[in-house]
C-alpha cells in the first residue's frame, strides 16, 4: 500500500504562485507515474500533469506554459509549481500514484490517491 498527503494549497490573487507538495508513504517502491489532477466544484476530476519513473512529463493544455510537475524518489515527493494562477485554477488539487507504467493521461494508470488540497484563486 501506498499513502499520499498532500499539502501547500491556500489561497492567493490571481497572478499568484503556488507550490503543491505531495508525500508518499509506505511501498514507494512500487511507484511509478504520478501526476496532479484536480476537480473544481461540479465539475469532472481532470488531470493537471503528470509524470513518468524516467522524467517525461505531460501537462493539460489549460496550464502549459504555467504549471510544472517534478519528482524527487530520493524523497518520496512530487510537486506542482503553479505559476500566474487564474480563478478558474480553482479547485481541489489530489497527488495520485500508479504502479503500473500506463499512459499518463489514463485515470486507469494510478493506484493511490491523496485526500486533496483546497486552492483558491481570488480575482
Known amino acids: 500500500q501506498v499513502q499520499l498527503v498532500e499539502s501547500g494549497g491556500g489561497l492567493v490573487q490571481a497572478g499568484g504562485s503556488l507550490r503543491l507538495s505531495c508525500s508518499a508513504s509506505?511501498?514507494?517502491?512500487?511507484?511509478?507515474?504520478m501526476a496532479w489532477y484536480r476537480q473544481a466544484p461540479g465539475k469532472e476530476r481532470e488531470l493537471v500533469a503528470g509524470?513518468?519513473?524516467?522524467?517525461?512529463?505531460n501537462n493539460a493544455d489549460s496550464v502549459k506554459g504555467r504549471f510544472t510537475i517534478s519528482r524527487d524518489d530520493a524523497q518520496n515527493m512530487v510537486y506542482l509549481q503553479m505559476n500566474s494562477l487564474k480563478p478558474e485554477d480553482t479547485a481541489v488539487y489530489y497527488c495520485?500514484?500508479?504502479?503500473?507504467?500506463?499512459?499518463?493521461?489514463?485515470?486507469?494508470?494510478?493506484?493511490?490517491w491523496g485526500r486533496g488540497t483546497q486552492v483558491t484563486v481570488s480575482s
Open positions: 495520485a500514484a500508479g504502479q503500473n507504467r500506463g499512459a499518463i493521461t489514463s485515470r486507469l494508470t494510478y493506484n493511490y
Open positions: 509506505g511501498n514507494t517502491d512500487c511507484i511509478s507515474t
Open positions: 509524470i513518468t519513473e524516467g522524467g517525461t512529463t
